[in-house]
């Protein structure tokens, strides 16, 4: 037995990447560069969803809010995708700092497989039935154009997830490089299709869909090519080899299905959001709920860097038994990410202005500037409360306890946010700034929570270590 633990280390020292030394070394050193990286691929990400919003407004009010109705579907997607991948980055990230190849090409085998199945399961009913469920999300006299556009977006179901599973499992092996330059060609070449396909091809918000499906694509052949042709990852992905392990699968879910359903929720908020928006101030709120939202996720991007990082850190950390590094890595990443956030707050509210133009530049959505400014100034208040919120749960996944970051996550989105806006928006009267400011005081509510949880839930591993 001995001597195979030490076979295993031999073969785990010489696969190490540049990448693993780095997730095993300074957690704060990692965290930067771990970071930097993953920032740049979300900017453009974020730069690619605001330019879509900013292609579709040109078409006019009625486009823009179709949209709007399908991205709460569409955020389901992603949020599975990305919940499977947390538990990936989770559990291939310990198995990396246990010293485990095996561990973390066996974790890594098996959340692509689970990814894919459930891709194929969803495709069919999402595609045939996307007009139906965007009338039951409200959309009304806008249905048809939401089915228009999610008929062919859900035809991508199987790429959306293959790529975002492969990004996870780039990341817990600390190779987040590799993960920007695919998050950044995907974002690039669909910037680039959109004006062709909607306006040069006339194919309308149809044109949106196609190139979103189009760039998805390209980018998941690539991602075969590096793990499959190339095999110059740290993290070898094998199907042919994979041996079906209950407990892997359950280490996996055990993280990704709390986290998937964290991503649920946040779909589901935006769902009630667009609810009580259409109830106190018809679809046009919805338009610049969902709208202005694209430009909250892209201020919060180097904050999501931070955290997709963090959870590969902790996770590192956590599995090598080194406690106090993931204590200094969840202070240092809330120090940084708290700064940016007010960074980011002040910037808003002087730009809102100029940034609404960005929505409302056509004849046909001009109408809706006052309210775009005056959701973005709102909004400027959510910023320097999510980090402490973000990092706390990166900490929960990172060491393989979903369950308490689900929960936080529903106390925070649901028993919050919803009510808050519920009662400010409609019972109280505020109309659509209520909703907004119940989005900002449940945020803070939770958050607080949250970091409350994370720091005696860390405060304990420490001296656990310190008694060893």
């Not at 707050?345 to 959505?365: D, R």
């Not at 109408?367 to 973005?376: D, M, R, T």
Request: glycine fraction near 10%; hydrophobic fraction near 55%.
């Amino acid at each position: 037995m001995e001597e195979e633990e030490k076979t295993s280390t031999r073969a785990f020292e010489e696969d190490i990447t540049r990448g693993v030394s780095l997730l095993r070394g300074d957690p704060k050193t990692a965290i930067r560069k771990l970071s930097g990286p993953m920032i740049v691929a979300m900017l453009l990400l974020a730069v690619y969803n605001l330019a879509d919003a900013i292609w579709v407004a040109g078409l006019g009010a009625d486009e823009l809010a179709a949209v709007g109705f399908v991205m709460p579907v569409f955020m389901v997607l992603i949020g599975l995708s990305n919940g499977l991948g947390a538990g990936a980055t989770s559990v291939v990230s310990r198995r990396i700092g246990a010293r485990d190849k095996d561990g973390a090409d066996s974790a890594a085998s098996h959340a692509i497989l689970i990814g894919l199945a459930i891709a194929l399961v969803l495709t069919l009913p999402l595609t045939l039935n996307i007009r139906t469920i965007a009338e039951v999300l409200g959309a009304g006299s806008v249905a048809g154009l939401a089915a228009e556009y999610g008929s062919i977006v859900f035809l991508g179901t199987i790429f959306i997830f293959f790529v975002q599973i492969s990004y996870a499992i780039l990341r817990s092996e600390g190779d987040t490089t590799r993960t920007m330059y695919a998050m950044g060609a995907s974002s690039v070449l669909n910037i680039v299709l959109d004006p062709i396909l909607i306006y040069g091809a006339g194919m309308g918000v149809a044109g949106a869909a196609a190139a979103t499906v189009i760039s998805v694509a390209t980018v998941s052949v690539v991602i075969y090519y590096w793990f499959n042709i190339k095999k110059d990852t740290f993290v070898t992905l094998s199907l042919r080899k994979l041996k079906p392990s209950r407990r892997v699968l359950s280490d996996i879910l055990g993280v990704g299905l709390p986290a998937s359903i964290e991503y649920l929720l946040m779909s589901l908020i935006v769902i009630i959001n667009n609810i009580i928006l259409v109830a106190v101030a018809g679809t046009d709120a919805v338009a610049v709920y969902t709208s202005g939202w694209r430009i909250v996720m892209f201020a919060v991007v180097p904050l999501i860097g931070i955290g997709t990082s963090l959870v590969a850190v902790a996770g590192a950390a956590y599995g090598a038994r080194e406690y106090r590094k993931l204590e200094t890595a969840h202070r240092y990443s809330i120090r940084i990410g708290t700064g940016i956030a007010i960074l980011t707050g002040i910037v808003t509210w002087i730009g809102a202005p100029w940034i609404t133009m960005m929505f409302t530049y056509s004849p046909e959505s001009a109408h809706l500037a006052a309210q775009f400014i005056i959701f973005f100034q709102t909004m400027c208040l959510f910023y320097p409360f999510v980090p402490a919120g973000m990092f706390s749960s990166s900490v929960f996944q990172g060491t393989g306890h979903g369950l308490t970051s689900l929960f936080i996550t529903v106390l925070r989105n649901l028993l919050l946010i919803a009510v808050l806006a519920y009662l400010l928006g409609v019972v109280m009267g505020f109309g659509e700034i209520g909703v907004y400011f119940g989005i900002v005081t449940g945020n803070i509510a939770g958050t607080l929570v949250g970091y409350i949880w994370a720091r005696f839930f860390i405060s304990r591993l420490v001296a656990t270590e310190a008694s060893i």
